[in-house]
């Protein structure tokens, strides 16, 4: 294949400037005829891995994807390119899927995604037979993992693809990390011939930042105002209850937020959920229930009022965040609550004794996370496999968090918790240290313990600070048949004993954050644009996307947007320019936009 040749398509048809990561690699092994599995974090550019190929081999692309909405999305956003793409799922009637059946038979068509129930039908499968098919492109292809959530057991039988069309390239492609997974790929899809393309997992354009839990959400609106005012983002929080308060607070404060979770019923979520989707600044409070099929590249930040299970479960939906490359906050709040709460699931989960065991060693890995003075990238990285040096863009790299030598401390919360019987919570505890004699202390006379008032020379959320890493570290555990009283551990002896230096991660008071600051670092900088201009240019897009029924940025990213507003282009050669605008959009939207930049 002539690289020329893809690269021309890449920036008249799709308006790239160039390929990105392995991308070039990919598409030039697909086009000669090769097969491929690939491995992409979210956001990566999976999809241009097999819609260029599509365009550059004769015939009809078939795109196998489990997720009827994207479907939709990604078609109307191709349609805007000017390719030829259609989908068969079960939201089109008969009429309108003989049409779609017509045009592939004649060859009208670049791409067509379908459901892989309706790809596997024998009906389907003949048709294929009489058609010229470019290329089998498998996205989401962990659905094949019977080990995964994502598991649909009709991807088990894409195998079939290879035995009737020995000669047509398949790509699988997945964002998936894990080595178990990889190899079910292979083999539930035959693809022992594939070459296997394994990108860094690394998202370097999202801020990672763990910030200790006071009042969580003051210090979400906090963020969000300083931040990220009327931008997109999703808050995850634990429990319904708690998503429907949040999002009903957050209303409150101006911000535009809707709740979503499994409770609500089912016109609701689809209704928040398309509106997340399609409007500006809509921030989406929800539980873990939202987030699979959700493909809006505009995300800016995603915010955890509670702690994940998993590093697994946190990357995934960190990853949610950034996916158009300009910079992404991943925000979380964490205090000892969250650890005895987690805990406490663990503890009173139904699951098998070995269940509960992995379910302690993934939430260790967290609390590793969370808890660390290094690099919060190279920590999450380490965890899938990968090796990297601190990355400048997570909060322990902008602002390196002090570390104490808290062994004195440690063992003054210790002893306090053994004086007091191994009954009681920290903020019981944290009044005993500080020599408070409220009802409670005096009632059980805990003011004429020895450990009454030791810890005076340290404030309350200092040693909220130390309860939380004593748990986190295995020191002390909560004790769920005692309502979370603390008690001591084995690990907790030796520095008992002063036989051990506990170091901790102190609470820093966190500076205010200077444009600078919030915009360093990030891969792929948003250009500085004329503010009201770029406002005038969202309005022109929303009118757009409202009149067409597709998502705003299917139209054009916010990055585009902002290069137009910062290069104001004068004729539609200087358009042609901006990254983001192919010959198709030059065609359709450069007149337009060229009169609203003059003003007309
Ligand atoms: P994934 O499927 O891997 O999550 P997508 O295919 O949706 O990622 O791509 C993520 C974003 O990156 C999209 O907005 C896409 O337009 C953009 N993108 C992909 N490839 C390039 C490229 N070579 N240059 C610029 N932007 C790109
Ligand atoms: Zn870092």
């Not at 290879?162 to 790509?171: G, K, L, M, Q, S």
């Not at 178990?180 to 860094?200: C, H, Y």
């Not at 609701?268 to 809509?282: C, I, L, P, S, V």
């Not at 030796?494 to 670092?521: F, I, Q, W």
């Amino acid at each position: 294949m002539s690289n020329e040749r893809a690269l021309h398509v890449l920036n008249t048809v799709f308006g790239h400037p160039a390929f990105r990561g392995a991308q070039q690699d990919i598409v030039s092994h697909i086009t000669d005829g090769g097969d491929a599995l690939v491995l992409m974090p979210t956001g990566g550019g999976k999809s241009l891995c097999y819609q260029l190929p599509a365009l550059l081999r004769e015939g009809t692309a078939l795109v196998v994807s489990p997720l009827i909405a994207l479907m939709q999305d990604q078609v109307a956003a191709l349609k805007q390119l000017g390719v030829r793409a259609a989908f068969l799922n079960s939201t089109l009637d008969g009429r309108e899927i003989n049409a779609v059946e017509r045009a592939l038979r004649d060859g009208e068509l670049d791409l067509l995604y379908v459901a892989p129930e309706r790809l596997m039908m024998p009906r389907m499968l003949d048709l294929l037979a009489d058609t010229r098919v470019a290329l089998f492109a498998i996205d989401e292809a962990h659905c094949v993992s019977q080990w995964g959530h994502d598991f649909r057991p009709e991807y088990m039988q894409l195998s079939v693809l290879h035995e009737r069309f020995p000669a047509v390239p398949r790509i699988a492609l997945t964002a998936t990390a894990d080595p178990q997974t990889r190899v079910e790929i292979i083999r539930q899809l035959a693809l022992d011939e594939a070459r296997v393309f394994v990108s860094s997992f690394d998202r370097p354009n999202i801020r990672y930042t763990i910030v200790d839990k006071q009042e969580a959400r003051a210090q979400l609106l906090r963020f969000i105002r300083e931040e990220h005012p009327n931008e997109a983002g999703i808050v995850y929080c634990l429990s319904r209850k708690k998503v429907d308060e949040t999002a009903a607070w957050l209303a409150t404060q101006d911000v535009q937020a809707l709740p979503y979770h499994a409770g609500m019923d089912a016109a609701a979520r689809a209704n928040h959920q398309a509106r997340f989707q399609r409007e500006d600044g809509t921030v989406v409070v929800a539980t873990i229930a939202f987030g699979m099929g959700i493909d809006k590249p505009d995300v800016r930040f995603v915010a955890h009022l509670d702690l994940p299970k998993s590093i697994e479960g946190y990357y995934q939906e960190t990853g949610r965040a950034g996916r158009d490359g300009l910079a992404a906050d991943a925000w979380m709040a964490y205090g000892l609550g969250d650890v005895v709460q987690q805990r406490r699931m663990i503890d009173q989960s139904e699951g098998s004794e070995a269940f509960r065991r992995v379910s302690l060693v993934k939430l260790e890995a967290l609390l590793g996370l969370c808890e660390t003075a290094g690099c919060r990238r190279v920590r999450l990285l380490d965890y899938f496999g990968e090796t990297s040096t601190p990355c400048g863009n997570c909060d322990s790299c902008l602002e390196p968090p002090q570390t104490w030598d808290a062994t004195e401390a440690a063992r003054k919360a210790l002893s306090c918790i053994y004086r007091t019987g191994q009954r009681f919570g920290a903020v019981h505890l944290i009044d005993v240290l500080r020599g408070r004699a409220t009802e409670r202390v005096s009632q059980w006379n805990h003011d004429k313990l020895n450990v009454f008032g030791i810890g005076s020379d340290l404030d309350e959320a200092a040693w909220r600070n130390v309860f939380r890493q004593l748990v986190a570290l295995g020191y002390a555990r909560p004790d769920h048949e005692a309502y979370g009283a603390l008690r001591l551990t084995d690990a907790s002896r030796p520095v008992l004993k002063g036989d051990e230096r506990v170091e901790m991660r102190s609470v820093t008071p966190r500076k205010s954050k200077t444009a600078a600051r919030r915009r360093a670092k990030a891969s792929d900088t948003m250009p500085a644009a004329d503010e009201e201009l770029l406002a005038q240019l969202k309005a022109w897009r929303s009118v757009q996307a409202s009149t067409q029924s597709v998502p705003a940025y299917v139209i054009f990213h916010d990055r585009t947007l902002a290069a137009i507003a910062a290069a104001q282009p004068e004729d539609l050669d200087a358009l042609s320019e901006i990254a983001g605008i192919g010959a198709k959009k030059l065609e359709r939207y450069g007149p337009a936009l060229l009169d609203l930049l003059r003003g007309s």
